[in-house]
């Protein structure tokens, strides 16, 4: 009998609620393990739909529907960081990673409704256990939410579905219905904070000018990319016209709102501040030196991989020892940033995904004159996730390194810093994706031999994974003064064990599923 990978990803995924739920104790945690109950039954509905073309879009074939650890990632995120508060006495973020938590549920709860409604005949026990699950929820909500952060979770809903109907219907094939809910939903989430941040920007003069860079370039290319994918229904983008009218609206975007914006969030001039923020020590300048170095390798790699792919050769893609040299690359460009200084790092990555969206842009519309060019030289690189007309590997894998980054819990941290576990959050991108997806992936396709029942991936693969991480563990310990284990030595190997196995069986994009999960298990 064949082992369904679809229900191994289930079982770790459960292994980590339940981790989760152990380790909080609260209503919340008993809401997500309902959750997770309703989501993994919901996920055979939309796995049934999308093998039979019933979906109401087009979604990114070759995989399995992905909604039930999708599902799972922003109600966890929520509690580890309330866990972090509630410990430090910080009620303000207690409740905002309470809305985190609840927000999460309902973009879950939406998908499974889409997914029942469709659905025909229709599943009577599925609808029953949605219906079990999801009243539990709503009772639990209604007893610990205010009615502010209750309207709150609802702008969120209310943004997740206009911008699913949007970006769905104009980028069909490039997500599964859960990467589409966790990339949309975190979207969503972070348009609808601007927005209440913009609206009450006069509380914003203590803040930290550093956190609005992301949500600002995020809005930002997201805007751009509407407005455009919706006027280019209508003319040809390959034009020079095109092109000169692409480049002086993202121009207008950008002088004539964002740096406004971000003057009005941040109480400083953008450009001003970001000059004076790396030019604080000559360290930053070597830093940023570095850094470029690092940029020109990856650029000469691409053109040097270009440069070999001759005319009448078959061969279309790299290979995946080719392909992870980027993951080494994000390793090399990472690790000095987290030990030397995590600002400039948090902006560096930034400005690196503004520049990525917007090269993506540039290709995806053949704006001239990079367009055509980006599009000869990323074919190379291309792999089965990428069936739809974006290419957003490298978008994910920056994304995966990033997110541990820009999630750290710094007003729920003590004054020494998190200590155990906690300690590696920030690097749980760089074990998961860095380290981790790229030992699997180069040791699994060269010497792996023994496969994990009904997949690909070999268990010498998640063995040396699991190896490598935990040596690099004891890398960053001695490199990084700020990090002390003491006793979770054993947490720490546990939970990048479970995260291994999600790897072997995942068929989602692992380079943004990997590093979160990790990061809620380090949090606890």
Known sequence: MQTDPVLVESLVVFSIVLCVHTAVWNQLSWCCIALAVQAFYVQLKWDRLLRTGAAVFQFRPSANSGVLPASMVL??????LRGRCVAVGNVYFERFAMVITVTGMMLALFLSLIALGITRPVPTNTCVIAGIAGSAILYTVKQMLTVSEVIEVLEVLLIFVYLSLILLYLLPRCFT????????G??????????????????????????FFLPV???????????FAVLFLFMESETWAASVFFHLMTAVLGLGLLVPWLSLLTQH????????????SNARLWLLAYWSFL????????????????????????????????????????????????????????????AFLFLELVRFFRIRPLGAPLRRLLTLFLDERDSGPLILTHIYLLLGVSLPVWLSPGPCTPKGGLGGAGGLVPY?????VGVGDTVASVFGSTVGEIRWPG???????????VFAQVIAVVIFLIADGSINLNASYSWVVGSVAMVAMLEAYTSQIDNLLLPLYLYVLLLL
């Open 75 to 80: 109600p966890l995120l929520g509690l580890a």
């Open 177 to 184: 219905p859960g990467e589409a809910l966790l990339v949309l």
């Open 186 to 211: 975190g979207v969503s989430f972070i348009i609808n904070q601007l927005i209440k941040r913009s609206l009450a920007s006069a509380a914003n003069a203590n803040a930290d000018p550093l956190h």
């Open 217 to 227: 370039a995020v809005v930002g290319c997201v805007l751009l990319g509407v407005f």
């Open 269 to 280: 001039h953008p450009v001003a501040w970001i000059f004076h923020f790396m030019t604080l």
């Open 295 to 354: 940029a020109l390798v990856a650029v000469v790699v691409v053109l040097r991989q270009n440069g070999r792919r001759s005319g009448s050769s078959k061969k279309q893609q790299v290979s995946t020892a080719v392909r992870k040299y980027f993951h080494l690359l994000v390793v090399l460009t990472f690790v000095p940033g987290l030990v030397l200084d995590r600002p400039l790092l948090h902006l560096a990555a930034v400005v690196c995904l503004a």
């Open 428 to 432: 749980a991108g760089v074990l998961a």
């Open 455 to 465: 997949t690909k991936k070999t268990f010498e693969g998640t063995a040396t994974s």
